[in-house]
């Protein structure tokens, strides 16, 4: 199953035989967001004639699709051709680095008849998990802009429905997160929320209907129970119905988040530089958040067992992973650059080393320990400095016949307490410290 | 016995394997029954810790049934079964079976007067006197362009039971 990493979201998602790219779970900002989406498929509804509705399956010819990149996020894209032209659906998720998202259908048609007899009704099944499956309500927004709850399940239609106001949102009231949806304009759009069931759920894959979804005896209605919509596990179903009047039309709703954690600044923002990472306390082992135009995250990460994109095509005698250059004598991690004049710091020293704020401090005089009695050196030099690396504290001692060590460095000689703090540092970064230059000469 | 459908046949037939172990699916795979797919289910609900559960959708004819099973391949036990009244989308054999029977109605060969049918095909709900609970499949046949006749195939009772013109799927 690819997973897209990439502008604060990571992006499970897969191909499906008969309701095409289906979203699995999706998080923003290390917090989940959805547990799946899915168009099931379309419906087909003619009118005038004695002829029953069908259903349009989302597949394609092929199993491509694209990961295409957009100012602030990307867009999973698929086109469904398998019937050809006339009966063509494009398929966007789009995902902004804010938080924004959105799915969109795009319906070529007309195909059978081009009088505009015909509808598409298209559902889209959101499993909304606001920070968790449990504990989400949906509320609904009065002309006053007020949120009030809505209590059982039910449907609702967009207040002004040409005006571009969210008019519902999902939101975990414990975390105050939440997902605030509006309908696109033109859709003719019914929201309806029910509480998750497992039935319920395998419609996402293609449980159809005679009547058209949203109407009595289709899907949703048939799951709907009365069940109570406050804090509990959710369901959103969107359907859009699209008259054949209007070609090439595109219909599909639109979420914003709330609540969620701060996204790091775009590089365009002045105010801030590249480095923050806005602490939350909703996720302190945050990762790296990838940018787009951050070096270190040029390209969307994929899961290793399926690239989205093709393998490049190399010449049959170029190896697939070339080994790097490297200098014979040139080590893969940067040696530690000693300090200055690397005299042994009879006061509290402070540099910075790879972007770390070191701190080396004398902390036992010649005469205030017993340090020296267990062979580590004596005279007037201090017998022991205390070796802060960002926060972390780390113990040096100089050695008879020269030198320092540590040991949370066993078995090396530190030629000075600068090199050994730099060699700390090295470890702290990549986790090696069996560097040439620190074994003992 | 069950007729299967998709990719991994080996992944499959251990699937089907599993369900006829479960009495609550033997019957509906033993008789004319039709596997419409198997989905994977990575994670369980709210929570993040990987199941081996797979969605199986089967359409049971005997008892024109949309049945959906829960197998467990790890302990290799069916975990839940239940019927829904939603139709699932066509399974692809199902689809070249309609097509099959739409190419042998007389009237169809009539229309097509030896030209290809080059059909496509999917889930169709019936109007009028169709009996509501069997299960369908309408067959465009497009012989040309612009030319359009469609095969209405009751896959239940394996028969085509109507054929309409354009004009008159329009409403034209």
Redesign the interface.
Known sequence: ?PIIEQDNWRVSFER???SGIRL??CDYMGVRVL?AAAVP?VHVQ????????????LRSSSDDFEIRQIMFGFDICARYDL??PD?QYDHIWRFHDDGQFGSAIIIYGPG??I?G??TYYIPFRFDIDIS???GDSIQTRRPTGEWVDIEQESVSRPLVPWAADYDWRVIDKSTEKSARLRARTGDNAQVWTLR?N??ES??S??????SPPGTPGS?PE?YQTGQSVQNT?LVIWYIAEISSVDRVTVCGPWFALDGYPTPPPRREDPKHPDHPHPHDPDHPDEPDHPHPDDPKHPEPKLHPDEPVHPEPKLHPDEPVHPEPKLHPDEPVHPEPKLHPDDQTPLTKLSMEYLGRKVEIEPMVMPGEGKAGEHGHMAGNEPLMYVVRVDGKEILAHPMGGGGFHTHELPFVRFKSVQALAETYVNYLEYGIYHGRKEKPE | MPKDTQANPQFRKEIVRISQSDSRLASTLEGRSQILFTVEKPLDRGNREPVNHTLVGIYDYDRNDSVVAVVDTDSKTVVDVQTTQAQFQLSDEERAEAEQIAGADNVVQSVLAGREMNPLTRLYFPTGSHPANHRYAIVFIRPSKSERWYAIVDLTTRSTVDIVSRRRLAGE
Do not use: C, K, N
């Open positions: 199953m499906s035989a008969s699995r779970e547990h498929f003619y009118q005038g004639g004695d002829i029953g509705p069908f259903t349009d399956e019937y050809g009966y059978e008849e009088l007899r015909h968790g499956a449990s998750y497992e039935l395998w419609s894959w293609g449980g159809a209907l005679r899907v048939i596990d």
